[in-house]
């Protein structure tokens, strides 16, 4: 795989420069990137009271939420915004780790007495489409599109 990377770079006429093992100073920012990121996982986390098993989850949002936060660097605008030429739409985004009523839809309800929206934990975006994660109460991750926050 590492052979594709190096002919496609090579093909595009970059030259890939790297650094020396550990030597992390060689790529600080990178490194000051990812120590951003792990202190918006932490702080998230501590946060919310959540357990490192699922900590995961707040660094993907953290991620998700970075590249749509407009930056001075960039003329005020997102990460995002830059690549696809538009402003994101951020009307969707959730309070981390806020409760939700999910909509449970009809072809998974045990019967027809089943509450149609059960309790559950905010815990990230779906990648690629306009879903949510949840944590529900048996400790399982639901994906769904719509949900109700209690914020």
Avoid at 29 to 45: D, G, I, P, V
Avoid at 56 to 76: E, G, K, S
Wanted: proline share 5%.
């Amino acid at each position: 795989m590492a052979t594709i990377f190096k002919t496609f770079l090579t093909s595009k006429g970059v030259e890939q420069q790297l650094s020396v093992s550990d030597h992390p100073q060689q790529n600080g920012h990178a490194e000051r990137f990812n120590w951003t990121l792990l202190k918006k996982e932490e702080t998230m986390c501590h946060a919310a009271c959540l357990p490192k098993n699922l900590w995961n989850f707040a660094l993907d949002t953290a991620v998700h939420v970075y590249n749509r936060t407009p930056m001075c660097h960039i003329n005020w605008k997102t990460p995002v915004e830059l690549l696809f030429n538009k402003k994101p739409d951020i009307s969707y985004l959730q309070v981390f780790r806020c409760l939700a009523y999910v909509h449970i839809p009809k072809d998974k309800r045990k019967d027809k007495l089943t509450l149609k929206a059960e309790e559950m934990i905010f815990l990230e975006y779906e990648p690629g489409t306009k879903g949510y994660h949840f944590l529900q109460n048996n400790r399982s991750i639901y994906v769904e599109t719509t949900a109700y926050s209690s914020v």
